[in-house]
């Protein structure tokens, strides 16, 4: 057996120690950089946790597997200054998952080589360090988390109305100012966004709860869909997600978790109400999207009522009248009086939007032109400007009051 090298002493604000039963990892110069401590098992880890240190564990191929990666989950809750790196034999979405699920703040591949791996203990252990390895671990939508893009929520009470379609349009033109996005699917049961940008869900929010309190953000955005420039999408599961899927609030913290990647887009499923209340709650802005017809301003209108949301004064709501024209439906402007929202956009209804959805791109990216694509991209320039608020004037104007000023519906 070759022999392990002598660790360096370094002064370091953390400490690495190896988990490898067969060092494998010291032993393939998988990790050249200077470390304190190797131990044989994960159990072997946790009596070096005994002192409260922060520490970075690398967690060696032999110990990537469903049993060892479970005993480190039952680790890193025990032990909010444990952060874990699994060295993994290869990358498969199941291993993936499952380290993610463990609490991993980062995966790296053996192939990846020795650079990739010290590169990630050092990232992973300042950011421990900086995110005060003595607390407990918190979401990033913590008001102590770092620099964070703004959630944008889309939502319409009725389906068919086109929330989707604004949620992918505004995501990818975001994308497209240079902002980054992430565009996050947020109907476990069945959303569209991975159909209507023509990509293959491998990975939803499904594989994200749970985990998002330690991954890094650069590890999520790996978790990701990369779809054109700068937009990373979170599709739906393949699957449809049963009852015993995740709850809103886990669902809101992943989304949360993204922001360090860039401005959040979601795109919320139609009559889910514990869900919108609990995107509503987080949101920064808030999309709300009808056709011209009074069913659909019915029921956005009844809609809001049930959110307690007072959109005319809550400066964070803003509308979008998809598929107007005046043919005998309503005038944008009495929508916009029944809801008391102004400034409302109106996407004109557009064969351009159903090519580009049948080409699986959205109509911003593949018909700039059109005048749906043009109202679509003005609701995007909309948001390039940053806007500061405080939670506290969001938090008032939730106050419900049934049937404030509005028409009756
Ligand atoms: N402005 C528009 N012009 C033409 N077709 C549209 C427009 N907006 C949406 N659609 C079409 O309407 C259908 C429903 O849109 P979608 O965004 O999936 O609605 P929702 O998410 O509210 O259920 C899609 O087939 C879409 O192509
Ligand atoms: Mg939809």
């Not at 039952?74 to 699920?101: C, F, G, I, K, N």
């Not at 054109?228 to 049963?242: H, I, K, R, Y």
């Not at 509503?280 to 802005?285: G, L």
């Not at 004109?348 to 990216?365: K, L, M, Q």
Request: with cysteine.
């Amino acid at each position: 057996m070759a022999l392990l090298p002598v660790p360096e002493v370094v002064d370091r604000p953390f400490r690495v120690v190896i988990v490898d039963g067969v060092h494998d990892v010291v032993v393939d110069g998988c990790i050249d950089g200077p470390y304190d401590e190797v131990v044989d098992a994960i159990a072997g880890l946790e009596r070096a946790l005994g002192d409260g240190r922060a520490t970075v564990a690398v967690i060696g191929p032999g110990h990537a597997h469903a049993f060892g990666l479970e005993q480190l989950h039952r680790l890193v809750v025990a032990h909010p200054h444990l952060a874990p790196v699994v060295v993994a034999p290869d990358l498969s979405t199941d291993l993936l998952q499952q380290a993610v699920r463990a609490g991993a703040r980062d995966v790296v591949a053996r192939a990846a080589g020795p650079r990739a791996l010290v590169d990630a203990v050092e990232r992973v252990g300042a950011d421990l360090v900086a995110r005060g390895a003595d607390r407990a671990p918190r979401p990033w939508s913590d008001p102590g988390a770092p620099r964070r893009g703004r959630l944008i929520v889309v939502h319409a009470p009725k389906g068919g109305v086109g929330t989707t379609t604004v949620a992918v349009n505004l995501a990818s033109a975001l994308a497209a100012s240079g902002t980054g996005a992430v565009l996050v699917d947020a109907d476990l049961a069945g959303g569209d966004v991975a159909l209507l940008l023509g990509v293959t869900p491998e990975r939803s929010a499904l594989d994200l709860v749970g985990s998002v309190h330690y991954a890094e953000p650069e590890f999520l955005r790996s978790l990701l869909v990369p779809v054109g420039e700068g937009l990373l999408v979170l599709p739906a599961p393949a699957e449809p997600s049963g009852p015993d899927g995740p709850s809103p609030e886990e669902l809101v913290a992943v989304s949360a978790a993204l922001r360090p990647l860039g401005t959040v887009v979601v795109d919320l499923p139609a009559g889910s109400d514990a869900l919108v209340r609990a995107f509503v709650d987080e949101a920064d802005e808030i999309v709300l999207v009808t056709t011209l017809d009074v069913a659909g301003v019915k029921h956005l209108h009844q809609g809001l009522l049930r959110l307690g949301l007072a959109a005319e004064r809550d400066p964070r709501c803003r509308l979008v009248v998809n598929r107007a024209s005046t043919r005998g439906g309503l005038a944008v402007r009495e929508v916009e009086r029944v809801l008391g929202l102004r400034g409302a956009h109106a996407v004109p209804d557009d064969p351009a939007v159903t090519r580009a959805v049948n080409a699986g791109v959205p109509v911003v990216r593949t018909a700039p032109r059109a005048p749906a694509a043009r109202e679509l991209a003005r609701l995007a320039s909309a948001y390039a400007e940053p806007r500061s608020r405080g939670r506290r004037r969001r938090r008032a104007a939730r106050t419900p009051e049934p049937g404030s000023g509005r028409r009756g519906w």
